[in-house]
């Protein structure tokens, strides 16, 4: 099962270099969305401070959209799903391969490029440092619970808007204590470890019920 595991997550990154993929994408969007920002609200580099962290996080759950419609989609269409269902091989495997190799092209990429991206926010060392912790510990929530959508939605031709729809409400959580452990570290008015270990319970939650709910979605339009 860990070799079933492993190759499918090498597949998947092997697939996401060799045709660009949603990473590119959404670091791209991510990119778009934090440098036009700046442009709309003005010179005031103390309320971009202040709305940074907020910003940084809304960005990153939008770039996290881009592509989740097409994670199961491929596999269903080229029969994939059939394959592992009559292998000895569980379809939660499958499930979490393809979230951990949308983390690692996505969530991951986002995280460590939230400092550099910080900088057009005025954000100090240690916010950005912040931000870049939280969306470490909180983007496998979103990867997880854009895969339920996304299992939702894949026997469907074009399931993007209506992925979306499903999603961002679940989000809603992992967006307030992600913001809330950002802006703690700077503002200080509440301790930073408090929202940050929710945001982990809300990943580990997530992991373990998106792998399972996912499959079980995934059978129904199998």
Sequence with gaps: MTRAFLALVLRDLR????VGGSGAMGLVFFLMLVAVVPFAL?????????????????????????????????????GAIDLILSSDT???????AKGVAHWLTTGLPLALCAPLFGLLLALTP?????????????????TFI???GAALTASLGRGGLLLAILVMPLMVPTLIFGVSAASAATAGTIAFLTPFLIL????????????F??????????
Excluded: H, K
Excluded at 15 to 18: G, T
Excluded at 126 to 142: E, I, K, R
Excluded at 213 to 219: E, G, K, T
């Design 15 to 18: 697939l996401a270099a060799r």
């Design 126 to 142: 240690g916010a950005m440092l912040s931000v870049a912790a939280t969306l470490v510990v909180g983007t496998p929530a979103l």
């Design 90 to 96: 569980p379809l939660e495997v499958l499930v979490a």
């Design 146 to 148: 854009g895969a339920v």
């Design 42 to 78: 003005g010179p005031d580099l103390n309320l971009l401070a202040r709305i940074g962290p907020a910003l940084l996080w809304f960005s990153a759950v939008l770039a996290t959209l881009i592509g989740l419609d097409r994670l199961f989609q491929t596999d269903v269409e080229d």
């Design 213 to 222: 709910a996912a499959a079980a979605a995934l059978r129904q339009s199998a």
């Design 200 to 211: 982990a319970a809300l990943s580990l939650v997530a992991i373990v019920i998106g792998t």
